[in-house]
């Protein structure tokens, strides 16, 4: 029985030797740049201003975190439901009734995984290579009787 311990701490531990050399490689010192997405992020404000921003990532991450990767927003709209204020911009739907409506040039909404409206659900919609990804200042739709 001691010996099956063994070998089974033994099997463990190989494998995660091999874990840790898989996952490591992907620093400077020869990690490929096939997984990197060069992107531009557009905030589009109230007044229709563009404010452009160069994003470089990592391939599909998620323009939440591309966003605070990039230092455009902080701890605290990183880990809210909504994004409310981007480089100083502030587009707050809890206080406001306004938001950043994640779209394409033509003003159409992202397409997402979620069966609901993407608004502020920057978690959903990923960065890739080339793309152009506006934030359009908007005003959240009310529901009146």
Do not use: Q
């Not at 992202?110 to 506006?134: K, M, P, Q, R, T």
């Amino acid at each position: 029985m001691k010996k099956f311990k063994l070998l089974v701490l033994a099997m463990c531990l190989i494998l995660s030797l091999g874990l840790l050399t898989a996952c490591g490689g992907s620093g400077s010192d020869g990690g490929s740049d096939s997984d990197t997405a060069k992107a531009k992020i557009i905030l589009v404000l109230e007044d229709g201003t563009e404010k452009p921003y160069d994003i470089e990532t990592k391939e599909g991450t998620s323009v939440r975190d591309a966003l605070y990767e990039a230092k455009l927003i902080d701890d605290e709209n990183y880990g809210a439901m909504f994004v409310a204020t981007i480089d100083g911009n502030t587009a707050d739907a809890m206080a406001d009734g306004v938001t950043w409506l994640p779209c394409d040039k033509d003003g159409n909404e992202l397409e997402h995984e979620l069966e609901v409206d993407s608004i502020c659900f920057l978690d959903f919609i990923a960065v890739n290579d080339g793309d152009e990804i506006y934030l359009k200042y908007y005003t959240v739709p009310t529901f009146e009787d």
